[in-house]
């Protein structure tokens, strides 16, 4: 557990003060209010300043600013795309969460024009977290067959 000033883990009841907050809550805290609920002031909580992001394809993000870029370029793309946390696994300060997505391919995403196709995809992603915040993240998901779903037409 690390002690960490958060909004109590997203426990929406309970006043900003600091409380504990475990690799696993942090790694499900990512995907419900980062992704699902857009929140991103949670990405510059919840990341370290130089932290790392490995991501499906071999880009790399580094630190907070770039990955809201990338988060908003694949919401521009994607815009109601939603994640369902599946399961999440923890081992001292590492968080693995298999996750689903579902979202509708309505603007140009990893450079393929809009098909308008309903998608479905899942993945996981895997967390290093040190002090309460994540200090490298590596995604990995099924991208080939996403992006023969979004090269479809309806």
């Known amino acids: 557990m690390f002690r960490v000033r958060v ?3 997203g426990n929406k009841e ?4 600091t409380v504990e907050c475990s690799p696993k809550e942090i790694g499900r805290r990512w995907f419900e209010e980062v992704w699902n609920q857009r929140n991103v002031n949670v990405i510059t909580e919840l990341l370290a ?20 870029v ?3 370029n694949l919401l521009k793309a994607m815009p109601d795309l939603r994640i369902s ?8 300060d590492d968080v693995c969460v298999h996750w689903e997505a579902t979202a509708t391919h309505t603007g140009t995403a990893f450079g393929i024009p809009s098909s308008g196709r309903k998608l479905a995809f899942n ?32």
């Open 70 to 72: 990338f988060h908003q």
């Open 7 to 9: 909004d109590s883990c």
């Open 14 to 17: 309970a006043n900003m003060t």
């Open 123 to 154: 993945g996981m992603t895997w967390f290093r977290v040190d002090n309460g915040v994540i200090v490298e993240g590596w995604d990995c998901w099924n991208q080939g067959g996403l992006f023969a779903q979004m090269s479809q037409a309806v």
């Open 85 to 92: 946390v599946r399961n999440v696994l923890s081992d001292g």
């Open 49 to 68: 300043p130089d932290a790392r992001g490995h991501m499906e394809g071999g880009q790399e993000v580094v630190g907070a600013r770039d990955f809201i």
